[in-house]
């Protein structure tokens, strides 16, 4: 995803208002939806030939490598909710795939210095994502592998039609490349020069025989081989750490799902090295010491307590989270009653400064590029999916002769010890750089539940905002009864503790502005920036299937 949130909000929310109210059309079977309509169109032509929602999920991530490399990657890492309908009523069978990335065994804590970019190759993290995606499908795919792999190597080789949202990203970026990330420029400039157009054709013919190599030998073809030569050389050429036994014992791990009861529907979400599920439950067990629907959606009471609930939750985690090998979680964390004791501390109409909060630890900086896939197949097999390579276009190091992006994860570590400072440095020692460590993560792939039904599935990229919007769209299907399209295009908010302000999308705009000025009465600095890209599935009580694309930036639903 391309956030630039501030210049983008009073474009977006005029189109918002004026189309939050449409009718789609819902789908009986099947759906999926991602950020780029050539990827959904892969995921579903996998389950019309028999695939399930992992054999669809991994196809569609595959072609997102190829079609979004803003975000979608062979070399980045995510976590993926997989929900199959066997396992009874409570998907006792559910799993979370964790492929985040790992510090190599070469890093260390001071390995950065405070101001150090982690546009480089030693920002990079070992690669999780080909990993995540054998094991998912070891475990669940029914379609062989390379026959998922193929639509994004034909995609590679044969070239496909740049979105808009490609054309404009590129457009922006490649001028900064020139210099600093010749590899970049060279790959994705347009062959006969000039600025990329909607549906101007790109191939990627390195990239395409990286996939072959893994469409022939699976993960081993990523980790070992002619890949993994040509990513270790260029570590070496540019002083990077990853080295050929870091690729080699990378492992992708199987978690069971944080489980979030919330107004009698069950949230099944990605536990630590994600913050995304023990966000999700401290803000939607604030939420839950309310009333249900209390005003308005939007009315100021709602927004400041709502803002409230965040701040306590981001506290919550810049104290505690990081890699459970590492830093274990405090079971207490999860328990209805540690959210409702948060919540008493919440004052009705009143900002409760940050830094009351026991707050000299504030956060650190995140990037702009991840993104979130949808997909439920006819048997109601869920399977909720976000990737990334942290900032937009990760590292912006694409490997020489590999044609792939290489991750900037690294940044998502607390990267210098015991330095902390307001403007969003975290120091404690939860989310420090340690050797096979993975560093952090906000991303939030959830797959919601009720009677031994799917009933949602959706996810954001975002940085620290992720777990925010997720919860926010989460509310508005669970308690505000919203269809999936009202559900996504309902302006978000966002509160991280630190800083000590609120984002709200379209905060300036006619509409939104008394809003503003009341949560500014109630002690509340207030900031404009648009927020996320949530694309939802959401079944409703008929088990008619709504699939909503976020329109905030772009992306496609499609289904039967
Ligand atoms: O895993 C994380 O939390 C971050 N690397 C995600 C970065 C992100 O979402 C940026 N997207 N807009």
Redesign the pocket.
Known sequence: ?I?SPILVAHLVFPLLLSQSSETQRPYAKRAVVSVSRPASEVGIRILREGGNAVDAAIATAFALAVTHPQ?GNIAGGGFMVVAPPEGGPGFQNAKVVDFRETAPAKATATMFEPKESVRTTKGVGVPGTVAGLELAHKRWGKLPWARLVEPAVTLARNGFPVEKSLAASLNKVLPETVKAHPEFHKVFSKPAGGEWKTNDELKLPELASALEAIRERGAAGFYTGKVADLLVAEMERTGGLISREDLANYRAELRDPIRVKFRGYEILAAPPP?SGGVCLSLILGMLETRPARKGDRLDPDNIHFLAETMRRAYRERARWLGDPAFAPLPPELLTPSFAAKLASTIQRDRATPSGSLAGDIPLAA?????THLSVLDESGFAVSMTT?L??TYGSRVVVPGGGFLLNN?MG?FNRVPGRTDISGNIGTPANLVAPGKRML???CPVVVIRDGKVRAITGS????T?PNTVAQVLWNLLEWDMGARQAVDTPRIHHQWFPDQIRLEGATSRQRINLTRELMKRGHKVVNATQGDAHTIWVDANGKIWAAADRRIEGAASGE
């Not at 995140?366 to 991840?370: L, R, Y």
């Not at 990229?461 to 620290?464: A, E, I, L, N």
Request: hydrophobic share 15%.
């Open positions: 995803m956030c975000a994600s995140e990037g702009d590029s991840t990334t942290e900032e994860e998502d993560s906000s991303q990229p975002g940085g620290r992720i």
